[in-house]
Every structure is written in structure tokens, then in C-alpha cells.
């Protein structure tokens, strides 16, 4: 028997308030647990950056789908669908699409040809510093842009889950919710990051699963009835139709294609991403987690087109938007109209372990890229013993994470959502074309990839501080000035093919050539998995 | 497990311009980018069409096929259904295709059928 009640009271959320925290206390708990009996063994650096390569390509698969499944995933297409119907849609498919340039061209080659972090493989026949440099300074630029990103959203998630409202309020949980996170990766390592992000994985997309088959009972298991009940609630036969939010004007179409170059092009490019592949013992299992990651995230993004949509029909566009945290609120609105307030408390410890998770990842990622490639590489000229990287990371991690919180309590309420796609358009620009041609092409060098990186990186960060969403509109986080010369709020259709392009002249007009046998060596280490496997026995 | 970084590098003796050169590895290296490279452009150019056609040919994905099922959300659907497929047909492809001339390479080198001369690891001649 399904009830269905005839509208959602907003304000009766207050009231789940403790019920929320308590879920999330006990997934605390649990995982806590969970971290201090894998983290037992952490001793060297592949310990402590890779887990000891020691976890199976589904459990990896897993972790990846719940570093990759933000609360800007979950909360932001499930309500970008509610409001805007099928353009919020398409930008879940950019995001799946995307698994394939990772599956196909990147995943195993880079995890047979590096250790730690990305830039091993950049630099792995090219002249170490430079090269060390620019991609970790390219790294910490992209993880810091995500992060920011998912500690600003944290704001509107507390005021909407725990209905806390005044900023000192807000500021406490995003500090007790940074400080969870410093003790999870300090203790845990990448382990400890993986556990989390394992058992987040598997909490969101049951949870998920299990409201989306809520909602296609209630119309029957019929697709067709669902669609047609948003269209009548909404009153906007358009919510099924693309354009609602993208169609508006040419600019607005064009910048439509930049975002989807820049997530196409720049998942496979996300550092934190590609550190996970570290994790796994050989290429092998590298290919299965892909695999896996890849069916998770489909299905999930299927079950947000029924969710939205569902939201939409159940809670109205008007109530979503009118509720705190606006857009984000259609997945938490529809949980508590579906299941009441413990439904609703387990989605919103769910939405906060998720940030708990990605933020871990994403912290691990850039300690371990500034102790391996800046401090171990080029401050101490590999001349460091894995000790000392090892605690030269986790102090980096405590700074990270205070730098998180500060970020966090200070951005909230900023309009930041664009720090995500940001962080997608800077990884396409200045990682994704030197990965492709440090893997595949063999004439490529040095100044090619420093050209590229430096290109990529500063040519995506200018065009976002002269665009719209800086300054010139009324949504812009300087609403007062405009000095927005560039039209699109994404610069990846310009700065993506420019990285292209100034990786290939860089390498042309380029008089050194690079050592012929470090090439050779790269490509077929990449395409064997020679020293990077477990040797037979002889 | 725990520490599976193979130290010392069983592939540290090997010359590898002379791997590259054999047969056996640029067939490999052909079969790997004779695949990876024209599916990479096939679903790009199918993802960007897809777009192209959300952008600016609305009428035509708005069409209602089924219901209230249009075009456009069934090409979305398609997305899904085709990023999944080419999943499979790569994992079969290395299955059958590039993993058993890999392992051979592989084993080759590390059984030091490729070392450099006068680098021969446990070699007592110098």
C-alpha cells in the first residue's frame, strides 16, 4: 500500500533535524571503524598513496563511482531534471559519456607507466622538473577548484538537511564536517579514502535505487504516465522536451557545447580520479574498474532521470525551488514525500557522507601531488626517503583540510557552482591534451608539454575571470563590476583545442629532442604492464 | 599483498627500442590503436551529434514517438545504451585480442630475453 499525501510540508523538516544526524553519526561510526582496521598496515608510500595496490578492480570501480557521484551529481541533476526537465538530462549523459575517453584511452596505459600521481606519467620521458611542476601545480589547481566547490555547497545542504540557518551555525558543521575528513585521510590514507567512498557508493545508489522503483510504482512502472504527470504538475508540456535551460539564446547553446567538451574531455583528466587507478595491482583490474565505475554511474544516472522527473510530478517545481537550498532540495523533498522522515534522514546522511568522501579524495590526491612531485621531486631532488614524503603529505593534508573549512565557511552562500565545471574545463586544458600525446604520439617533448599544461591552465582560469559569472550579470560573484569580455560561463570550447594546439606547436618548434629509448620504454611498459605487474615465476 | 610494486624492476635490464622493434610488439601496438582510436572518434562524434541536435534541432526531439516518450529522450537513452556497449566490445577486444600478446611480451622481458648486452642481470662476465 502506498500512501500518497497530497503535498510536502517544508516546514515539518525541521523536525527530522535529529533523526538526520543520528544516520550520519552512525555511518561515522561504522566507517570510522572500518578505516582503523584497514589502515593497520599503512606503512610505505604506496601504503599511504595507492592502498598498497591492493584492492580488486570492483572495489575500486566502486570507490569511483563514489568519488565521482558528488552531491553536485546527486542533488544537482536530480534537481537541474525537476526544474528544467530534459536539459538537466543531458548534462548527466556528458558526465557518463565521459568513462568511455577514460576507459579507452587513459585507465591502463597511465596505470602501467606511473606510481603515485599523474605527473609521474608526464614526466616519465620528458625532463622530470619542469614538466613535475606544471602538472602539479595543475593538479592542486583542479582539486582545489572541486573542492572548493563541494565545501561551498556543504552550506546550503546544513541549512536544507539540518535546518540550521544562521551562518555561525553553518560555519560549526562545515568545521566538524572538515575535521572528519582530516581524521579519515590522516589515519586511513587512500585505504581509509577507499573504504569511505565503497560504502558511500553502495548507501547512495540503494537509497537511490530504492526510491526510483517508489516512484515508477506509483505510475504504474510505466515511464510514459511518469513523464506525463510532470508535464501536469508543471503545467510546461517543455520540461520533456530539450532547450528549458540551454535553449535560450545562441550564447546560451554554444556554451551548452563548451560545458560538454569540457566533461567529456575532462573526466578522464581528473587527478583524484586518476590516482584511483593506482590502487588496483595491474592494468587488468584497471580495465575492471572502469568497467564497473561505468555501470554504476549509468545506472545511477538512470535512476536521477526517473528521481527528477519524479520530483517534478510528486513535489512541484514551485515548492523545490521555494524550499531552502532551492534546486538541491528535490532529491531530499521527494525522499521525505516518499518514505517521511526516515527516508529523508538516511538521503541526508547519504548527501553528507558524499561530501565527507569526494572531499577526502580530493584531498589525498593533492597531498600526495605536492609531497611526491614538488616536495620529494624537486624541493629535496629525490634525495627524500619515503618517511619523510609520507609525513611531509599528511602535513600537507592538515593544511589542505584547514584551508577546506576556511574556504567552505567563507564561500558559503557564494554562487560557486560553476567551480565544478571550472575544475572539469582546467583538467580537459591543461592535463588531458599532454596525457594523450605523452602516451601516443612519439615525437612529442618538454617544452611541447609545459607549452600545453601552463597554456591550458591559464587560458581556462582568464576566460572564467572575463566571463559572465564573475562579473556583468546579476548572478555573477561580482555583480557590481563587469569586465566580461567572454561571453561563455565555460571556456572549455576555446581553451581545450588552444592546449591542443600550443602542445603540438611547443613540440614542433621544439630543437631538443627527447631521449628515443625512454620513448620506447614508455610505450611498451604502457601497452605490457612490464614492471608494473606481479612478475610470474620463473 | 600489501607491497606488490615489484622491486627491484624486473624490466630494469631490458632494452626496449629492441621490444619496440619486434613484430610481435607492433602488432600489439596496431591492434591497440586500431581500435581504441576509431571508437574514441565514433562515440565523440555520436555524443556531439547528439548534443548539435538537443541545441538546435528542438522540434525534431520533441517529436513523441511513444506516448510521452520523444525522440530526444529516447537518442538520450540511446547515450547510455551505446557507452555500455562499446564497454563490453573493448573488454572482449583486449580479452581476446591484446592481453594474450601483452602476457607474451611481458613474460619475454622478464625472463631477460631482451637485455641489453653487458647488462645481464645475475650475468657473471662482468
Known sequence: MISIPTAVDVAALKDTTLLNMGIFALFVAVTMVIVLRASRNNKTAADYYAAGRSFTGSQNGTAIAGDYLSA??????????????????????????????????????LRNTGKFTMADVLSFRLKQRPVRIAAAISTLAVCFFYLLAQMAGAGSLISLLLGISDWGGQALVIMV???????????????????VQIIKAILLIAGAAVMTLWVLAIYGFNLSSLLGAAVETSNNPNVLNPGLQYGKTETSKLDFMSLGLALVLGTAALPHVLMRFYTVPTAKEARKSVVWSIWLIGLFYLFTLV?????AALVGADTIKAAPGGVNSAAPLLAFYLGGPLLLGFISAVAFATILAVVAGLTITAAASFAHDIYASVIAKGKADADTEVKVARRTVVVIGVMAILGGIFANGQNVAFLVALAFAVAASANLPTIIYS??????????????????????????????????????MIPGASFAIFPLSNPGIVSIPLAFLLGWLGTVLDKNLEDRSKQAEMEVRSLTGVGAEKAVDH | ?????????????????????????????????????????????????????????VDFMSTKVWGNINVGLIMGLFQFVTTFAITGWYVSYCNRKLDPI????????????????????GGGSK
Open chain 1, 72 to 109: 553536485a551529481s546527486f542533488l544537482g541533476i536530480t534537481g537541474a531534471i525537476a526544474i528544467n526537465g530534459y536539459d538537466g538530462f543531458m548534462y548527466s549523459i556528458g558526465f557518463l559519456v565521459a568513462w568511455l575517453v577514460a576507459l579507452l584511452l587513459v585507465a591502463e596505459l
Open chain 1, 177 to 195: 564536517v572538515g575535521a572528519l575528513m582530516i581524521m579519515y585521510v590522516l589515519i586511513g590514507g587512500m585505504k581509509g579514502t577507499t573504504w
Open chain 1, 307 to 311: 528521481l527528477g522527473y519524479g520530483a
Open chain 1, 439 to 476: 602516451l601516443f604520439w612519439r615525437r612529442f617533448t618538454t617544452q611541447g608539454a609545459v607549452w600545453s599544461m601552463y597554456g591550458g591552465l591559464a587560458s581556462a582560469i582568464i576566460l572564467i575571470v572575463l566571463s559572465p559569472v564573475v562579473s556583468g550579470a546579476k548572478t555573477s
Open chain 2, 1 to 57: 599483498m600489501g607491497n606488490s610494486t615489484p622491486t627491484p624492476d624486473v624490466a630494469a635490464s631490458a632494452d626496449f627500442e629492441e621490444v619496440q622493434a619486434t613484430e610481435q610488439f607492433q602488432k600489439l601496438r596496431k591492434r591497440h590503436r586500431g581500435f581504441v582510436f576509431p571508437m574514441a572518434v565514433a562515440f565523440l562524434l555520436w555524443y556531439f551529434a547528439y548534443v548539435l541536435l538537443a541545441d538546435y534541432a
Open chain 2, 102 to 121: 601483452a602476457a607474451e611480451i611481458r613474460h619475454g622481458i622478464e625472463g631477460h630475453e631482451f637485455d641489453k648486452a653487458g647488462k645481464r642481470v
